[in-house]
């Protein structure tokens, strides 16, 4: 069943976001498991070696769990590409509607496509999509302070600080604390939309 907003796929230059295909599998696995040292640290506590965790049959389970939480209306899952090629994910997931209409933003993107402006790009598509199509109003993102590159990318983006978590989620083998970002509709109003402000932010770089 069709839920607002999914499925969907976006695209802007060479950044795409699409759904995840069985045929992913392979090349999830191989991004996943070459990226440890770069994506384990901000990660969920592990329940299995990074090996296991991120094989293809790992990847089949993932699969499942995205596409049942697609239809429920709990999520939209976004495969990364970049020119073609799978290079991570944004998801956006614990969507609640009614009154809340909100989701919580989540991204990984791998290493070596890392400074190229993907998952910047991305977050706006994901953020106006939502907006319009997906009928929310509220888009959160929380990160550990200590991660930097994923600060920036929501720093570069507008998003407002508004929140400290004290051990908001257990993460690399203990409970972190996380800042909280978070935009709006009202945000954009006069601006076109997130894309139309990263297009801008860029050019006046």
């Not at 991004?31 to 384990?40: D, K």
């Not at 990660?43 to 429920?72: I, K, M, Q």
């Not at 609640?96 to 402006?117: I, P, T």
Request: with cysteine; proline share 4%; charged share 25%.
């Amino acid at each position: 069943m069709s839920q607002p907003g999914w499925p969907a796929v976006l695209s802007d230059g060479p950044v795409t976001l699409r759904p995840y295909r069985r045929s992913d599998a392979r090349t999830w696995s191989e991004v996943r498991r070459a990226n440890e040292q770069w994506l384990g640290k901000w990660e969920p506590t592990p329940y299995g070696t990074w090996h296991d965790l991120n094989s293809v049959a790992a990847f089949r389970a993932v699969h499942a769990d995205l596409r049942r939480a697609a239809r429920h209306g709990t999520a939209m899952p976004f495969a990364v590409c970049y020119e073609d090629q799978l290079v991570g994910q944004l998801t956006l997931g614990n969507i609640v509607r009614r009154a809340f209409c909100s989701g919580y933003a989540g991204y990984w993107v791998d290493s070596r496509q890392a400074g190229k402006g993907i998952i910047p790009t991305a977050l706006a598509l994901v953020v106006d999509h939502a907006f319009r199509a997906g009928g929310l109003h509220r888009i959160e993102v929380n990160i550990r302070p200590d991660n930097l590159a994923s600060r920036r990318v929501v720093e570069k983006l507008g998003f407002r600080q508004e929140a400290y978590h004290h051990r908001y989620l257990h993460i690399d083998g203990d409970w972190r604390d996380h800042l909280g970002y978070a935009m709006t509709t009202e945000d954009l109003a006069t601006e076109g939309g997130l894309l139309e402000r990263w297009h801008k932010t860029k050019a006046n770089a």
